[in-house]
């Protein structure tokens, strides 16, 4: 009897690829189990495993690899009735399983993901992993603290419905509320794909009145007048004026992620372009752009010798608390030079640079998709491999428009 995990590319392929099946053969007899879908990139078909790169990573990898190990046990004890071998491996968990327990797997999985991202010094996905680790346990930690062990199987309408409400009664705000239903709707996707469970959508209609209207969130973007006067700061003291470059470097490199502005390598800049890849869960995008002069001038002045372009802590704890540290000095600033932003106001922030470089750029009527080839935004299905890049001319023409 053999078990193996194939992707089944004589069947039909979706925008998430082919299936994902364990095949059990034995005797001429064949029965398959689909755990999820995969693209033909994202399977390593010499070792029957998936790729980091399979937006599911997280998910499917702990199923592939406890079943795989439990598969192994039943085809070393020469079992030979298929249909037992099946129940044995993929008897259904989610019934009786309780929400907590399945997220602290999850949990578990990315952490041991983290971990091999750190000993790899691939600081980026272990700091985007970590990151997202923060979110899920705050999520589940909240849903726990309204009512503990709660099934998995019993996550409905009403109860995220009396979830919400105990929130908004105990002084919860509506973007409050929203984030730890969406983190919690993240977590229930995820289960629904890893047991292959009914969607029984229980979020259809939870998020009515919670949405943030557009008018509401333009106070979270600075305007091309408040860029140039960031531009042209003069601190009291020396040292401030990496907070400030270092935001406009961000916003200089198209509104790219601080982590990725963080952990720029010598290697990543190349006859005076920059490339980097925007991680974005277990997917990358990768980002080609010219430098503009005064990204370079940014650079020169703070790039030292070594692997990596800026000389700052590149362990976990060491981003975070130079994140934190700049979240302050941004809002410090503010204060000092009077920096008002549009709409209803709001504080600095490290994100606003990436909000306020794709809203200049609509103001500027850049077309959408070449706006996303510059700022790293990842297209769906088939537009990811069929349409064509604009040429580079084009969108660095673009780009120097928008810092202009």
């Given amino acids: 009897m053999t078990v193996n995990l194939k992707l089944l590319t004589g069947e039909k392929d979706t925008a ?8 059990i053969s ?8 689909q755990v999820g879908r995969c693209k033909k990139e994202h399977f390593i078909a010499d070792e029957g495993i998936i790729s980091r790169r399979h937006p599911d990573y997280d998910i499917l990898y702990p199923i592939i690899s406890k079943i795989k190990i439990a598969a192994d046990k039943l085809v070393k004890s020469r079992e030979t009735d298929i249909e037992k071998v099946y129940r044995l491996l993929f008897k259904q968990q989610s019934s009786v399983e309780t929400f907590k327990e399945f997220c602290d797997g999850l949990i578990a ?16 996905n272990a700091n985007k992993k970590r990151g997202n680790i923060r979110v899920y346990k705050e999520g589940l930690s909240q849903l726990e603290n309204f009512r503990s062990g709660v099934r998995l199987a019993d996550i409905d309408y009403r109860l995220l419905m009396e979830f919400r409400d105990h929130k908004f009664a105990i002084g919860n705000k509506k973007s409050t509320v929203s984030h730890y239903l969406r983190t919690l709707r993240a977590l229930y996707n ?9 969607d029984k959508k229980p979020f259809e209609g939870v998020f009515k009145g919670l949405t943030v209207r557009g008018s509401q969130t333009r106070k979270k973007i600075a305007g091309a007048d408040t860029v140039r006067q960031i531009e042209n700061l003069v601190h ?7 907070w400030t470059d270092l935001w406009l ?57 070594g692997e990596y372009l800026f000389p700052w802590r590149k362990d976990n704890e060491g981003y975070k608390t130079f994140r934190r540290a700049m979240g302050r000095k941004l809002v410090l600033i503010q204060k000092r030079h009077g920096i008002a932003l549009e709409g209803a106001g709001g504080n600095l922030g490290i994100k606003m640079a990436r909000h306020t470089f794709g809203n200049i750029a609509k103001q500027l009527f850049i077309e959408e998709d070449l706006l996303r080839e510059l700022m790293g ?14 040429p580079e001319a084009v969108r660095d023409a673009a780009l120097f428009k928008v810092i202009g």
């Fill in 16 to 23: 998430e690829g082919y299936p994902l099946s364990f095949v």
């Fill in 26 to 33: 034995h005797q001429g007899k064949k029965k398959k189990y």
């Fill in 109 to 124: 999985s990315m952490e041991s993901a983290a971990e091999k991202f750190e000993k790899a010094k691939d600081y980026v």
């Fill in 190 to 198: 995820k289960a629904v794909k890893t047991y292959g469970m009914d």
């Fill in 236 to 242: 009291d003291y020396e040292s401030m004026h990496r």
């Fill in 249 to 305: 470097l961000q916003f200089y490199l198209g509104g790219a992620d601080l982590i990725n502005v963080y952990y720029l390598k010598h290697s990543d800049i190349k006859n005076g372009r920059v490339y980097f890849n925007r991680v974005k869960g277990n997917s990358a995008t990768m980002v080609d752009l010219k430098l503009h002069p005064k990204a370079q001038a940014i650079i020169d002045k703070y790039a030292e010798p």
């Fill in 377 to 390: 935004h990842e297209r769906d299905g088939v537009d990811t491999y069929y349409k064509d890049r604009y």
